[in-house]
């Protein structure tokens, strides 16, 4: 039985290169990922920082960068930059959080290769930002920024914790237009990864997205 229980906690290809961690309780059940690319393996957040994720990822070649999509999927971060030498990448606003920390922060995007940058997508918190990854027909990391609803489609979801809801909303329409549907196929939500229905991403993303009604989003914010 333990056996069993260890193998299903191993992180599960989802793309080419693109591994899902289980969801994390230091972030409130989030679900952190791991691209292989070429010696400079990234983390997208911050997975359980338990043995079975250590052993994991020094047998994949370690980890270059941590990319942390907001506030919120930091969680042991610290741990993990000391244990791997990683860089952290993090929107500038958000960066005093992580104190004492070997951090690179940016404002509206950072170019990390040709293949791959980081982008501000503010709303869900002041530097909540999305990582994209030109592969597999275009991978948005969102965390959750845009997470998947009972349909399985991408939508920004207003929570209590949710910094601004206007600019959540403008930042979606900024996606779909500097994307298009040969440019982004998939996205990878930092959460609410059981609606996906063991499926692992959310894929047709920037139909999806397109199809949103973003009047009718920007109206679904509860009454105080």
Same mark, same amino acid.
């Given at each position: 039985?333990?056996?069993?229980?260890? %193998?299903?906690?191993?992180?599960?290809?989802?793309?080419?290169?693109?591994?899902?961690?289980?969801?994390?309780?230091?972030?409130?059940? *989030?679900?952190?990922? /791991?691209? %292989?690319?070429?010696?400079?393996?990234?983390?997208?957040?911050?997975?359980?920082?338990?043995?079975?994720?250590?052993?994991?990822?020094?047998? &994949?070649?370690?980890?270059?960068?941590?990319?942390?999509?907001?506030?919120? *999927?930091?969680?042991?971060?610290?741990?993990?930059?000391?244990?791997?030498?990683?860089?952290?990448?993090?929107?500038?606003?958000? *960066?005093?959080?992580?104190?004492?920390?070997?951090?690179?922060?940016?404002?509206?995007? /950072?170019?990390?290769?040709?293949?791959?940058?980081?982008?501000?997508?503010?709303? &869900?918190?002041?530097?909540?930002?999305? @990582?994209?990854?030109?592969?597999?027909?275009?991978? @948005?990391?969102?965390?959750?920024?845009?997470? !998947?609803?009972?349909?399985?489609?991408?939508?920004?979801?207003?929570?209590?914790?949710?910094?601004?809801?206007?600019?959540?909303?403008?930042?979606?329409?900024?996606?779909?237009?500097?994307?298009? !549907?040969?440019?982004?196929?998939?996205?990878? !939500?930092?959460?609410?990864?059981?609606?996906?229905?063991?499926?692992?991403?959310?894929?047709?993303? /920037?139909?999806?997205?397109?199809?949103?009604?973003?009047?009718?989003?920007?109206?679904?914010?509860?009454? !105080?």
């Amino acid at each position: 039985m333990k056996q069993q229980s260890s %193998v299903s906690k191993q992180p599960r290809p989802v793309l080419d290169n693109i591994l899902a961690f289980p969801p994390n309780r230091d972030t409130l059940g *989030a679900t952190a990922y /791991f691209i %292989v690319e070429n010696q400079t393996n990234i983390l997208v957040d911050c997975p359980a920082w338990d043995e079975i994720n250590q052993t994991f990822l020094r047998e &994949h070649g370690g980890v270059r960068l941590l990319f942390l999509t907001h506030r919120g *999927a930091i969680a042991k971060a610290g741990e993990i930059q000391e244990a791997t030498g990683c860089e952290i990448l993090i929107q500038e606003q958000e *960066a005093y959080l992580l104190p004492g920390l070997k951090v690179t922060v940016f404002e509206r995007e /950072f170019v990390l290769s040709d293949r791959i940058k980081a982008f501000w997508t503010p709303g &869900h918190s002041p530097g909540s930002s999305c @990582l994209y990854h030109s592969g597999s027909g275009g991978v @948005l990391f969102s965390g959750r920024h845009l997470l !998947p609803n009972r349909e399985a489609a991408p939508v920004p979801l207003w929570t209590a914790k949710t910094f601004h809801w206007p600019r959540q909303i403008n930042s979606v329409k900024s996606i779909v237009e500097q994307f298009s !549907p040969e440019t982004l196929q998939y996205i990878c !939500p930092g959460a609410n990864t059981g609606f996906l229905r063991g499926k692992g991403s959310i894929d047709r993303a /920037f139909e999806k997205l397109a199809n949103l009604d973003l009047a009718v989003c920007l109206q679904s914010k509860p009454e !105080p």
